[in-house]
Nanobody, 121 residues
Framework: QVQLVESGGGLVQAGGSLRLSCAAS????????MVWFRQAPGKEREFVAAISWNGGSTYYADSVKGRVTISRDNAKNTVYLEMNSLKPEDTAVYYC??????????????WGQGTQVTVSS
């Protein structure tokens, strides 16, 4: 397994931007599909974005498409989530996960502790 630590969350006004980071430990980071999920209070954890092992393929939830960019730097064992034009409905705890792919959270065994993103209207 890989250990994951997210950072970069915070409070931002609607229309603002944030860049989340997820630092991984372990030598096998580059072999994993990396995914960002989010969970708002009282809601299920939902898929946000995913990136293939080499960064060649990316996938986004319809709710964030066009506003969010996922990227990774395998030399730094880090995956990023650049979020622009933030909306109050983007408020959630954001988690990164490592695995073999898919948008179902149950497919992932390695999770970070999460970072809170709050968007004020």
């Amino acid at each position: 397994q890989v250990q994951l630590v997210e950072s970069g969350g915070g409070l931002v006004q609607a229309g603002g931007s944030l860049r989340l980071s997820c630092a991984a430990s372990g030598r096998t980071f580059s072999s994993y599909v990396m995914v960002w999920f989010r969970q708002a209070p009282g809601k299920e954890r939902e898929f946000v974005a995913a990136i293939s092992w080499n960064g060649g393929s990316t996938y986004y939830a319809d709710s964030v498409k066009g506003r969010v960019t996922i990227s990774r730097d395998n030399a730094k064992n880090t995956v990023y989530l650049e979020m622009n034009s933030l909306k109050p409905e983007d408020t959630a705890v954001y988690y990164c996960a490592a695995g073999t792919g898919g948008s179902n959270p149950s497919r992932y065994n390695s999770w970070g502790q999460g970072t809170q993103v709050t968007v004020s209207s």
